[in-house]
T-cell receptor, first 113, second 113 residues
Framework: DTGVSQDPRHKITKRGQNVTFRCDPI?????LYWYRQTLGQGPEFLTYFQNEAQLEKSRLLSDRFSAERPKGSFSTLEIQRTEQGDSAMYLC???????????FGEGSRLTVL | DAKTTQPPSMDCAEGRAANLPCNHS???????VYWYRQIHSQGPQYIIHGLKNNETNEMASLIITEDRKSSTLILPHATLRDTAVYYCIVRVGAAGGGNKLTFGTGTQLKVEL
């Protein structure tokens, strides 16, 4: 399967711990997106990259959140000092072009106790 | 991007056509209508998109009214596997600064025997 891959699929952590999620986009897709989804809501945009450049960040992305895409391939999303409100599904998507459809991964579900 | 209004839920009998409406009365001339769906515990999946002409692909048909203020997604022969949340999204085209999508809460379609 050459779709968008996310790891881990599930993460349970205690409040105050740091967590990191990884996203491997479809090969040669130069755009990569991170979204967050809470129960009963649609996905909310967090940030996106074109190659290694982070071009836009949502106001939802507080100082505790950081995303990187160091070589324009895979990306990581780190959450520092997690809070219970961070519990959500974190979705990654990639796209080959500026106007192309987004291909989503299956998400990483975070539970903060 | 223009806001959209969708019914929160709909039911459909298996084998029948499912017609999912979407209102986007404030749509601008350069904004496209996109449809994605999200099956439980999976990432969103692209279905179809259009600007002003009706569109059809292997998954669905998209009917856009002449004034472009509303649209209907048609699944011609719904199956149980079509049970999902369907999102109608309006966004600018390629010249509008990226293909970031803004999701609402969508329509929960339940296909029943």
């Amino acid at each position: 399967d050459t779709g968008v891959s996310q790891d881990p699929r599930h993460k349970i952590t205690k409040r105050g711990q740091n967590v990191t999620f990884r996203c491997d986009p479809i090969s040669e897709h130069n755009r990569l997106y991170w979204y967050r989804q809470t129960l009963g809501q649609g996905p909310e945009f967090l940030t996106y990259f074109q190659n290694e450049a982070q071009l836009e960040k949502s106001r939802l992305l507080s100082d505790r959140f950081s995303a990187e895409r160091p070589k324009g391939s895979f990306s990581t999303l780190e959450i520092q000092r997690t809070e219970q409100g961070d519990s959500a599904m974190y979705l990654c998507a990639s796209s080959p072009t500026l106007a192309g459809e987004l291909f989503f991964g299956e998400g990483s579900r975070l539970t903060v106790l | 991007d223009a806001k959209t209004t969708q019914p929160p839920s709909m039911d459909c009998a298996e084998g029948r056509a499912a017609n999912l409406p979407c209102n986007h009365s404030t749509i601008s001339g350069n904004e496209y209508v996109y449809w994605y769906r999200q099956i439980h515990s999976q990432g969103p999946q692209y279905i179809i998109h259009g600007l002003k002409n009706n569109e059809t692909n292997e998954m669905a048909s998209l009917i856009i009214t002449e004034d472009r203020k509303s649209s209907t997604l048609i699944l011609p022969h719904a199956t149980l596997r079509d049970t999902a949340v369907y999102y109608c999204i309006v966004r600018v085209g390629a010249a509008g600064g990226g293909n970031k999508l803004t999701f609402g809460t969508g329509t929960q379609l339940k296909v029943e025997l």
